[in-house]
């Protein structure tokens, strides 16, 4: 009897540094203080370029601030970024996961319009692969079908 094991082929990570700075609209009210930050990333894109991978993606950032009157106010932004990881064996690229985490999230505020926003996202790609496993069954074996559950 043949059966397919999958197994781990290629596994790796890496860093890409985002940082943005952002002007905050006149509609939108100033900041005073910063109350919190959050970052989500996405992996949009995977690319085998020599001996690395590529990875493009987009980080969203949602700042929680403290306006100008006292208001608690909101600001989303939407960075993209591009990191690379080396990639030491001939993987078929359409075999390779690729994910993503926003580590190191810190908002600073420069002036009452401006926020400098910053992350480091980590990467990471693995890939398995297909190993045949023949399973040899003795002619005399016995095999028997469970039928009913005893409790």
């Known amino acids: 009897m043949n059966q397919i094991l999958y197994t781990p082929k290629f596994h790796a990570s890496g860093y890409a540094d985002v940082t943005e700075d952002v002007s905050i609209p006149d509609y939108i009210p100033e900041v005073r203080r910063i109350v919190g930050v959050r970052a989500s990333s996405a992996a949009d894109g995977k690319y085998l370029a020599g001996d690395a991978l590529e990875i493009d993606g987009n980080v969203t950032y ?28 001939d993987v078929p690229s359409h075999t390779i996961t690729a994910w993503t ?31 045949d496993v023949s399973m040899k069954i003795p002619e005399k074996s016995e095999v028997r079908k469970k039928t009913a559950v005893c409790s």
């Open 62 to 89: 949602t700042v929680l601030y403290v306006g100008g009157n006292g208001e608690l106010s909101q600001l989303s932004q939407t960075t993209p970024y591009t990191g690379r990881i080396p990639v030491s064996e």
């Open 101 to 131: 985490s926003p580590e190191q999230v810190s908002c600073r505020v420069t002036g009452p319009r401006k926020v400098t926003l910053s992350s480091r996202v980590r990467l990471g790609a693995m890939a398995q692969g297909e190993t």
